[in-house]
């Protein structure tokens, strides 16, 4: 049996406005922010937030990444989880549930800077 053991890939989203960030990742869609990092107070930020076992880097470094990427997120309880969205009054979207051709579940939500999050249920 090999020694490697591969986990979970942590993406890095590139995100332009603190306040913006915060109030999507955090305030509108429950995670949590693990940290947060620079090198001088003058520099950019590089920060991470997570919900359940699910991690997410955003930064605010030019070269960190490509902004308005898509990240696939598996999900178990997409319903609810739009229930929760829902109820929260996030003026900046109210996304739906779609059927996948795939046969799954999909909601599909742009955060501030245009990164595409792809909530993904197979049930």
Same mark, same amino acid.
């Given at each position: ?15 332009? +406005? ?7 990742? &955090? /305030?509108? *869609?429950?995670?949590?922010?693990? $940290?947060? %990092?620079?090198?001088?107070? +003058? ?7 997570? &919900? /359940?076992? *699910?991690?997410?880097?955003?930064? $605010?470094? %030019? ?61």
């Amino acid at each position: 049996m090999s020694a490697v053991r591969m986990k979970g890939a942590v993406p890095i989203l590139r995100q332009f +406005d603190e306040d913006a960030a915060f109030a999507f990742y &955090r /305030d509108y *869609l429950g995670f949590t922010v693990n $940290w947060t %990092h620079r090198f001088e107070a +003058d520099l950019p930020l590089y920060a991470q937030v997570s &919900r /359940d076992d *699910l991690a997410l880097h955003l930064s $605010w470094h %030019h070269g960190d990444a490509t902004p308005g990427s898509a990240v696939f997120l598996p999900i178990s309880g997409i319903d609810a989880f739009r229930a929760e969205l829902s109820a929260k009054a996030y003026r900046n979207a109210r996304p739906g549930i779609e059927d996948a051709p795939w046969g799954a579940r999909t909601m599909t939500l742009l955060d501030p800077s245009g990164n595409r999050l792809l909530f993904n249920d197979k049930g």
